[in-house]
């Protein structure tokens, strides 16, 4: 994860809330963040974080675009961090950041080298499978060149506006054994796939007005998902009665003028290997200043 700057504000504006947003306050933002954050070491997980050296890249705190983590090629090797290329002029020197940061937590680096490709996401697994989107920033030169990285079994799906990202149209919720999809947002052969491999009944319908709000931007974390306020309350029910127990935050700068939910601020680096973490890239240290 990496923290707004204290200077933080919102510049590229390419997103349909951000467009028409009023100014943020980088001191709340920067709150949310950390709330969002100590949450998620509440669940269990760690936090490692790219502080960010100044306020020019105001797209760097939503670090699911941050690239992807793969496995190591062989036995013994180093694992692998897939860096993005990305679509919006104002994110493309991110990964000239989140490269060496990856590179220093001990992750080959790869550079993909062509089309556009924004990392996390337009990336979802389930029962196995990944699951590729393209057709929002990502185009396909990118998408295709990014499988060639994914080992197993791999689906690639198209989205359409207003999703911008796969994690707009799909969450996946292993916990509940279902996934949350959008079919308004996906094209109708994309739909078929997810059908075909996974089964009708282990998908929950949301509409196109939902994931305006959100629906499916909330971050699952074992039994827990962790929402922006303003997701639906119908969508909210409907993961609880599915078994998962939901987690409000509330994020007027992060997510409603900017227009990135909780899973959009994390890279999840799952069944990563043992990492150790410098003093300074650990959640303490980034609260110690975000408080003072």
């Known amino acids: 994860m990496s923290p707004p700057h204290a200077g933080w504000a919102l510049r590229g504006r390419a997103n349909f809330r951000s467009r028409v947003a009023e100014p943020v306050d980088a001191a709340k933002a920067r709150l949310e963040w950390l709330t969002l954050a100590e949450q998620i070491e509440v669940l269990g997980g760690t936090v490692v974080v790219l502080e960010p050296p100044d306020a020019s890249m105001s797209g760097l705190p939503y670090a699911a675009e941050a690239g992807h983590p793969l496995p190591p090629l062989q036995p013994g090797a180093r694992p692998r961090f897939l860096l993005p290329r990305m679509k919006p002029e104002h994110r493309r020197q ?11 937590l001990g992750f080959e680096v790869i550079d993909l080298g062509v089309g556009i490709w924004e990392g996390q996401g337009d990336v979802a697994s389930f029962d196995g499978t990944t699951m590729l989107f393209w057709g929002g920033r990502t185009d396909r030169v990118g998408e295709q ?3 060639q990285h994914f080992p197993g079994e791999v689906l690639e799906l198209e989205v359409r ?6 994690n707009m149209a799909l969450v996946p919720l292993e916990h509940a054994d279902t996934i949350f999809v959008c079919a308004d947002v996906l ?4 739909v078929a796939m997810l059908e075909a491999r996974f089964g009708k009944d282990r998908m929950h319908l949301v509409s196109e007005e939902e994931i305006k709000m959100y629906a499916t931007n909330g971050l699952p974390i074992g039994d827990t998902i962790l929402c922006p306020s303003i ?3 119908r969508v909210k029910r409907a993961m609880e009665k599915a078994g998962m127990k939901v987690v409000s935050l509330s994020m007027p700068e992060l997510c409603e003028k900017a227009g990135g939910a909780s899973r959009c601020l994390v890279t999840k680096l799952e069944n990563a290997p043992s990492i150790e973490i410098p003093a300074e890239l650990t959640l303490a240290a980034a609260a110690r200043k975000i408080r003072s």
């Open 145 to 147: 060149a990014a499988r």
């Open 161 to 166: 506006e207003p999703a911008f990202h796969g």
């Open 187 to 190: 094209e109708d052969d994309s």
């Open 231 to 233: 997701v639906p309350d």
């Open 94 to 104: 991110e990964k000239t950041l989140w490269g060496p940061f990856f590179e220093r």
